[in-house]
């Protein structure tokens, strides 16, 4: 997605939801229509995610129930992308990397998944496109797109370390 200073300007931070809401457990709908909202939405989660300090974020994490996700492993508009109704069409190998979520904050773990993904997806403009990625890119894109499906990665995790993270979030909100 090309994006302009004047577009950097233009878009804003959005409120991130926090586990255990809710609206993190719901399932993203299809995007229908790209159109000029769809792109200012894209604009907006990359904003939200570089002002957080993350690398990937789902719309659902901003209570948009739309299945668009932005990555960008640079943390700061250097390689944004945005995948629209990703879909992950094959996945292969397996590694372990610490994952942490702007809706669990401060919060970080071992998760295993796979370590190479082929993922197809359409830009802003509904132009399809596919995409191959290893490693942490990998991660993020398998990260973001359980989002959509409202999952999070605490649920890779044992039971007892949900229930402590859980725990420790109400504290930290009173």
């Known amino acids: 997605m090309e994006i302009?200073?004047?577009?950097?300007l233009n878009s804003k931070a959005l409120p991130i939801l926090v586990h255990p809401h809710p609206n993190l457990r719901k399932v993203a709908q299809p995007v229908e229509e790209f159109n000029p909202e769809l792109r200012q939405l894209a604009l907006d989660l990359l904003h939200t995610m570089y002002e957080e300090g993350g690398i990937g974020l789902a719309a659902t994490q901003v209570n948009v129930q739309l299945r668009i996700l932005v990555i960008d492993l640079s943390g700061d508009w250097k390689e944004p992308q945005v995948f629209v109704n990703p879909v992950l069409n094959s996945t292969s190998g397996s590694q372990v990397l610490e994952e942490g979520c702007l809706s669990?904050?401060?919060?970080?773990?071992e998760v295993e998944r796979p370590s190479h993904v082929q993922v197809s997806a359409y830009d802003v403009y509904g132009n399809q496109f596919e995409k191959e990625a290893t490693g942490l890119e990998a991660s993020c894109i398998q990260h973001e797109i359980d989002h959509l499906n409202g999952t999070l990665f605490v649920d890779y995790l044992s039971r007892l370390k949900q229930i402590r993270i859980r725990?420790?979030?109400r504290k930290a909100r009173s």
Do not use: G
């Open 4 to 8: 302009s200073d004047s577009d950097k």
């Open 104 to 109: 669990v904050p401060n919060f970080y773990d």
């Open 167 to 169: 725990q420790k979030l």
